[in-house]
Nanobody, 127 residues
């Protein structure tokens, strides 16, 4: 069974940091564009960032720019989202998603129709 598994969520104080991880079960992430999304209670899902299959290109939504950094380690078959300067409004369930690359290893987009989604990891920012 093909699955994505997120980890690294938890409770953190405002101003703190977390690093989320995304790993695959049943396939490897190397040929996939990966996106990070989040959904807060009562709100629509929001795209945060994506990274190309090569890792050479990343895109960030305005809400993530300057505070979040996405990276991947294809040797470890994992993708990460480093989140710094966290705010209470960052509280949400965070999901990673995978889309098989479309022939260009430098492309990524938050608008792709991602093939696989993880179950999510809860991030709570509160004092």
């Amino acid at each position: 069974q093909l699955q994505l598994v997120e980890s690294g969520g938890g409770l953190v104080q405002p101003g703190g940091s977390l690093r989320l991880s995304c790993a695959a079960s049943g396939f490897t992430l190397d040929s996939y564009v990966i996106g990070w999304f989040r959904q807060a209670p009562g709100k629509e899902r929001e795209g945060l960032s994506c990274i190309s299959s090569s890792g050479a290109n990343t895109i960030y939504a305005d809400s993530a720019k300057g505070r979040f950094t996405m990276s991947r380690d294809n040797a470890e078959h994992a993708v990460y989202l480093q989140m710094n300067s966290l705010k209470p409004e960052d509280t949400a369930v965070y999901y990673c998603a995978a889309q098989y690359y479309r022939g260009n290893p430098y492309d990524c987009s938050l608008s792709y129709d991602y093939d696989f989604w993880g179950q999510g990891t809860q991030v709570t920012v509160s004092s």
